[in-house]
């Protein structure tokens, strides 16, 4: 194994490996162009149905009009609103209303050889009350996940958990309150009982990253539970948004100082889902967008961050989470190269349920560790996720298009196009 620094820090190295393995001559390890394996898990109606809601998602403007339409009916009690999306793009990205009612999609995906990683999809949570609900249904989900080989990893955002306030106030270093004080050891106590149940019930937990000017504090109590608990195994991992300019070197700050503590680090990289809103606050407040400036430059930190992720495999369990093919076909390529066991815990593939097909049954079926993110809960809860689902997902990044292309060419060839 190559000395940790030592290759990632080589950009232009690493540039080098991805031309190679994307644009080389030898025959891709993976077809993501398989839309029989991809959409197998789908009847003949349940992929027409796909492809109507894809079709409707691809019109932006009927994304935007929806969502605000969809959103304030919700909030008026609206009955055959509800209907409309439960019937809609909640079965199409959501596993169902309760942890039982998962199961028919858990084990769907599980005889298509995916795992699913468990995520409550409800949100903005501003209270004590609402932060415990949170934090005892996500041991819910763990002590459910500890039951079923199929899902080796549930997922939960600490705003789920703590007050936004709090977290900014920690992030600029306000002096503690007697108030505060007591905010911060409720936290503290919460994520140390889902890291707890966890590590006993031989499951993992996903932290999401957030907003920039929160995620200081949310990096601080998620190192601390992985310094406690993933000593022996991954049990926390933290989401390194690459989006962010200085998450590569960050990725290698947590990974000496992992070495340095002797655990193990756990590793979730992403793009980053806070774009517009990052910027649009850096020229508000005056700041240097913590952003990127381009897709390239992302692009060129999240494969380094890959590469280094796979130098470094034995010490650091990653989750490649993105719907970008390139950067998936990039860690298949470099383990077949590397002759790296494909099933190993430490290297994971996962993309959104309702998402991506393409990518996550493929790499399945060819032997990799890969998994579906799976959001549930009440449909009113669950919208906002919805939303910004749709929202993110719409004809700008073109996301939409590429799943309705993938749709029509698989009812093509069933012949019912």
């Known amino acids: 194994m190559e000395k940790a620094g030592k290759p990632v820090m080589d950009i232009e190295k690493t540039k ?24 197998a898990g789908k009847d003949d109606e349940e992929l027409k149905k796909s492809a109507w809601i894809f079709g409707l998602m691809n019109r932006h403007w009927l994304v935007g009009i929806g969502s605000k339409l969809g959103l304030a009916a919700i909030k008026m009690h609206l009955p055959f609103v509800e209907a409309i999306v439960k019937h809609t793009i909640y079965e199409q990205f959501c596993g169902g209303t309760t942890l039982l009612n998962c199961m028919p999609v858990i084990e769907n995906l599980g005889r298509q050889k995916c795992f ?9 949570k501003e209270t004590e009350e609402e ?19 199929q899902i080796p990893v549930v997922s939960t955002k600490v705003t789920g958990m703590a007050r936004f306030g709090l977290l900014q106030s920690l992030q600029e ?27 006993r019930s031989g499951v993992s937990v996903f932290f999401d990253a957030e907003e920039s000017w929160i995620q200081d504090p949310i990096d601080h109590f998620v190192n601390m539970m992985m310094r406690r608990y993933n000593k022996e195994r991954a049990v926390v991992y933290n989401t390194f948004q690459m989006y962010r300019k200085d998450r590569l070197s960050y990725l290698i700050n947590s990974f000496h100082q992992a070495e ?13 889902a806070y774009m517009e809103k990052e910027r649009a606050r850096a020229e508000r407040l005056g700041y240097e967008s913590p952003i990127h400036p381009n897709k ?3 692009d060129d930190a999240y ?10 495999y034995e010490r650091i369990a990653s989750c490649n989470a993105t719907h970008n093919q390139d950067s998936c076909l990039l860690q298949a390529a470099l ?25 996550t049954f493929n790499l399945g079926a060819a032997g990799y560790n890969a998994a579906k993110y799976l959001p549930y809960g009440p449909v009113r809860e669950v919208v906002p996720y919805l939303i910004r689902r749709a929202e993110e997902n719409s004809s700008v990044t073109g996301d939409m298009g590429r799943e309705f292309k993938l749709v029509q060419q698989e009812m093509k060839r069933r012949g019912l196009a």
């Open 131 to 149: 932060y415990n609900q949170t934090m005892n249904e996500t041991i819910r989900a763990i002590e459910f996940a500890g039951k079923s080989e």
């Open 303 to 312: 494969n380094t961050g890959i590469r280094f992720c796979l130098d470094n």
């Open 116 to 124: 699913t990683i468990l995520d409550y999809g409800a949100e903005a």
């Open 296 to 298: 390239a430059a992302t």
């Open 260 to 272: 340095r503590g002797q655990f193990i680090l756990g590793a979730k990289l992403v793009r980053g």
């Open 16 to 39: 080098q490996v991805v031309e190679e393995v994307l644009h080389g001559n030898q025959k891709p390890v993976v077809d993501f162009a398989n839309t029989q394996i991809a959409f």
């Open 335 to 359: 383990i077949e190269q590397r002759k790296l066991p494909k099933g190993h815990p430490h290297l994971n593939f996962c993309q959104l349920y309702g998402m991506s097909d393409n990518l």
């Open 173 to 199: 270093g306000e002096p503690f309150t007697k108030e505060t004080r007591q905010e911060y050891k409720n936290v503290l106590k919460r994520l140390d009982a889902i890291c707890h149940v966890a590590a």
